[in-house]
């Protein structure tokens, strides 16, 4: 079958929502189908105010020479909206899956033949009004979520019931390395978003308590951005941790703090735990798909980072609690594998070849 992804345009640091994307298309490119993916890049490097003719061939290079912080498969074909003869060949595929509310209407009006998907990551409200957003859930595509959180509210608009598929990790890289009895007891591990949604302030200001309390406290933090202020000299932080840097971060550490307020579903934590960190987390919807309170986690309620602060310094003092959960986490972490998720996916795209065949 031949699938196109369409992307927002293409940006040169980690980003989650791309990840998953380059990873399904990889795996799918694997399996024999024939994949494309189109980068939105109407507004691509506008800011500089460049003459259009530089910016056409900035942008040309850049999408082919990205993303360098993932490898992608040379053979998933990488298309520049900017150049117009590309419309002819994407005309060409079987289905196109919008990946975001800003690329809905795109792929819903110029893929004029194929069968279209909408994979839903989170509830976008920041790109657009709630009025828009639910509006693109009722465009009758293939609604494909991945936390049933998403799945309960795009339900309520769309023309037939969403496809639940939870995000994956690669458990053969997400692992511990680093026997959990092994690790220093102090040891904290967080991610720095400046995004409003990511909380990261309630972490900041839950891991200054817990210092007060713990003076030997440190703290590995990473993140894409370099943070706008002066870092503790007891934070470690890495700009743009490659899949390996992140690997070694989680088995470097005991805990993994998460303050997120709300996400689709909270990568990150899924990540940390399936390399042995105990997990402490606010109760954001997303992480509610994977997390147990007591189980294989402490939660805390969102915005709440005195009580963050006291789950950390409860799982440094009681090393059995920090061991229990964090094998728990080892061990639940198991459902959320590649192959569980490429099954469900492989699912539906027969689904869409039998209609397809029926239409024929």
């Known amino acids: 079958m031949k699938i196109c992804f369409v992307l927002p345009q293409m940006l040169k640091k980690p980003i ?17 189908h024939d994949i494309g993916i189109l980068f939105l890049n109407e507004n691509a490097l506008k800011k500089y105010k460049l003459p ?15 993303p360098r ?6 053979k998933v074909k990488k298309y520049n909206s900017l150049e117009k003869k590309n419309y002819k060949e994407i005309n060409s595929y079987d289905l196109v899956i919008a990946t975001g509310v800003d690329t809905v209407m795109f792929s819903n009006q110029k893929f004029n033949k194929a069968r279209k998907a909408y994979f839903i990551q989170g509830y976008e409200k920041w790109i657009c009004s709630e009025t828009e957003l639910i509006r693109t859930y009722a465009m009758g595509m293939d609604n494909i979520v991945v936390s049933s959180w998403m799945k309960d509210i795009v339900d309520k608009y769309g023309k037939k019931p969403a496809l639940l598929l939870q995000n994956p990790i690669d458990l053969n890289v997400y692992k511990e390395l680093t026997p959990i009895d092994k690790r220093e ?37 990473f ?13 470690d932080f890495t700009l743009n941790a490659s ?14 703090l998460c303050s997120t307020i709300e996400e689709g579903f909270g990568l990150t934590g899924l990540e940390a735990m399936a390399c042995g960190a105990a997990l402490v987390s606010t109760d954001y919807n997303g992480v509610i798909e994977y997390a147990v309170d007591g189980i294989n986690c402490l939660l805390s309620p969102v915005g709440d980072s005195v009580l963050l602060a006291k789950k950390v ?19 639940s972490v198991k459902s959320f594998s590649w192959d569980n998720a490429m099954n469900i996916l492989n699912d539906y795209l027969r689904t869409v070849e039998i209609v397809d065949n029926e239409r024929d």
């Open 313 to 331: 310094i409860e799982l440094v003092y009681n090393q059995e609690l920090r061991l229990k959960i964090a094998r728990k986490g080892i061990e």
């Open 16 to 32: 989650g929502g791309y990840k998953m994307v380059y990873e399904y298309a990889n795996r799918l490119k694997k399996e024999g």
């Open 52 to 66: 259009y003719i530089i910016r056409y061939v900035a942008v040309e290079i850049f999408t082919r020479i990205e």
């Open 223 to 235: 993140g894409t951005t370099v943070p706008d202020f002066d870092l503790p000299e007891w934070f």
């Open 243 to 256: 899949q390996n840097e992140t690997v070694n971060i989680y088995n470097k550490i005991s805990i993994f």
């Open 69 to 74: 912080w993932f490898i992608l498969d040379k």
């Open 185 to 221: 007891s102090f040891s904290v591990g967080v991610l720095y978003h400046k995004a409003k949604c990511k909380g990261f302030k309630y972490a900041y200001e839950a891991l200054l308590q817990v210092k007060k309390e713990l003076p030997n406290l440190k703290v590995y933090m």
